[in-house]
């Protein structure tokens, strides 16, 4: 099975300061023959349930603000927001759907307002 | 706007049986997988069951299989998640979540979310 490794596992970030995660798996999750890579990441904000954030590691879902990017190919990707709003505080996970069954997450990335 | 309303969640004794319900609407839920994925109390996302759209092929996390059975009903628009032989470390909220249509990939949409708690 494919292991998702996150990194950290928790970070505190200023106010419009930049945040960066990333997650690693244990396996590459390019496609060679679509080159795409099967990389998913989701934001969970306190009390709620995930939300789609970025699928095919950088295409943002609809209604996604622009702050937020996915980049990274192969077994490294990394989520970035650009400038840290309040709303942002919330746990993110990647998750990889290159080899299912399973479809593995991340242990989750705790993000804070420093 | 899609919806999907868990239910059917509580307390249970080590060894019961408890079955959750999740309601969709909004879409066409018989084109789409659907799955079930877990959360215990403080701790992270974990897969535990997936349906494909016509319900011919289930499968299940190792952590379940021969205990869990995933089922749904295409008319009800209505995905079951039958859970026997309950331990402890089954403890979580359970949600549904859909089955993106493109390579029936990552999970577009999910519910809010059933608590099971499996104590004596």
């Known amino acids: 099975d494919i292991v998702m490794t996150q990194s950290p596992d928790s970070l505190a970030v200023s106010l419009g300061e930049r945040a960066t995660i990333n997650c690693k798996s244990s396996q590459s999750l390019l496609y060679s023959s679509n080159n795409k890579n099967y990389l998913a990441w989701y934001q969970q904000k306190p009390g709620q349930p995930p939300k789609l954030l970025i699928y095919?590691?950088?295409t943002r879902e609809s209604g996604v603000p622009d702050r937020f990017s996915g980049s990274g190919s192969g077994t490294d990707f990394t989520l970035t927001i650009s400038s840290l709003q309040a709303e942002d505080v919330a746990v993110y996970y990647c998750q990889q759907y290159f080899t299912t069954p399973p479809w593995a997450f991340g242990q989750g990335t705790k993000v804070e307002i420093k | 706007e899609v919806q999907l309303v868990e239910s059917g969640g509580g307390l249970v004794q080590p060894g019961g049986s408890l079955r959750l319900s999740c309601a969709a609407s909004?879409?066409?839920?018989?084109?789409?997988?659907m799955h079930w994925v877990r959360q215990a109390p403080g701790k992270g996302l974990v897969w535990v069951s997936r349906?494909?759209?016509?319900?011919?092929?289930?499968t299940s996390a190792d952590s379940v299989r021969g205990r869990f059975t995933i089922s749904r009903d295409n008319v009800k628009n209505t995905l079951y998640l039958q859970m026997d032989s309950l331990r402890a470390e089954d403890t979580a909220v359970y949600y549904c979540?859909?089955?993106?249509?493109?390579?029936?990939?990552?999970?577009?949409?999910w519910g809010q979310g059933s608590l099971v708690t499996v104590s004596s």
């Open positions: 909004g879409f066409t839920f018989s084109n789409y997988w």
């Open positions: 349906i494909n759209s016509d319900e011919s092929d289930t």
């Open positions: 979540a859909r089955g993106a249509l493109v390579n029936h990939a990552f999970f577009d949409y």
């Open positions: 095919w590691s950088s």
